[in-house]
T-cell receptor, first 110, second 115 residues
C-alpha cells in the first residue's frame, strides 16, 4: 500500500538555498526513511528515523518526525546542483516492507 | 556498502514474450528481497516479497501467474514477466534485506519496454 504522501511535488531552488519537503502517512509505523532517486536510476538511502525519534541529522540533511500528526519533513541545507533528484519518503510497515510516497522532484539551479 | 545488482539494466521485447530479470546481492546474503515497479514520474509500487526457499508473497492486485518470482539462493531472486504486453513497460527495481530495516539495499533498476 502507498501511504506516504509528499507535499509539494516539485521544487525549484537556487544553489545555496535550503529545500524542504514534507511527507504524511496514515497508519502506525516502525520507522520512516527518505530516499533519493536520480533520473532513471535506483534508490539511494538517505536517512532513517525511528518512531520514537523526533529529529535526526546527517550532514546537510535534517529530518523531523511528528507521530501525532503522522508527518515528516526533510530539509536539505545549502543545496547543490548535485542534489537535483526525486526524493521519496517510505514507511516501514513491518517485515521490512516499505510503502513509498509520491515523491518530490527537486531541481537545484546553479 | 552492500551492493545489489540487476540484470539486464534495460530490455526491449515483443509483446507476448517472457522476460526474466535477475536481482543479486553481491557481497551479502539476503533472505528477503522485494520487487517494485515504477511508472514514469510515479512512485515505487511494491509488487511482491521474495523469500529464499519459499513462495513469494504478492501484493494485492499483482498477478502471481504473470509475475513469476523465484528466490533460489540467498543471493539471487528472479522476476519473470510472462507474456509481456505494452502495459507492462515499466522500471522494475529490486531490493535486498541484509538484516533489519536499516539494511535494505536497492538495485539500479531494469527498464522494460514491450513493443
Amino acid at each position: 500500500s502507498q501511504q506516504g504522501e509528499e507535499d509539494p511535488q516539485a521544487l525549484s531552488i537556487q544553489e545555496g538555498e535550503n529545500a524542504t519537503m514534507n511527507c504524511s502517512y496514515k497508519t502506525s509505523i516502525n520507522n520512516l526513511q527518505w530516499y533519493r532517486q536520480n533520473s532513471g536510476r535506483g534508490l539511494v538511502h538517505l536517512i532513517l528515523i525511528r518512531s520514537n525519534e523526533r529529529e535526526k541529522h546527517s550532514g546537510r540533511l535534517r529530518v523531523t518526525l511528528d507521530t501525532s500528526k503522522k508527518s515528516s519533513s526533510l530539509l536539505i541545507t545549502a543545496s547543490r546542483a548535485a542534489d537535483t533528484a526525486s526524493y521519496f519518503c517510505a514507511t516501514e510497515e513491518g517485515n521490512n516492507r516499505l510503502a513509498f510516497g509520491k515523491g518530490n522532484q527537486v531541481v537545484v539551479i546553479p | 556498502g552492500a551492493v545489489v545488482s540487476q540484470h539486464p539494466s534495460w530490455v526491449i521485447c515483443k509483446s507476448g514474450t517472457s522476460v526474466k530479470i535477475e536481482c543479486r546481492s553481491l557481497d551479502f546474503q539476503a533472505t528477503t528481497m522485494f520487487w517494485y515497479r515504477q511508472f514514469p514520474k510515479q512512485s515505487l509500487m511494491l509488487m511482491a516479497t521474495s523469500n529464499e526457499g519459499s513462495k513469494a508473497t504478492y501484493e494485492q492486485g499483482v498477478e502471481k501467474d504473470k509475475f513469476l518470482i523465484n528466490h533460489a539462493s540467498l543471493t539471487l531472486s528472479t522476476l519473470t514477466v510472462t507474456s509481456a504486453h505494452p502495459e507492462d513497460s515499466s522500471f522494475y527495481i529490486c531490493s535486498a534485506v541484509a538484516g533489519g530495516p536499516e539494511t535494505q539495499y536497492f538495485g539500479p533498476g531494469t527498464r522494460l519496454l514491450v513493443l
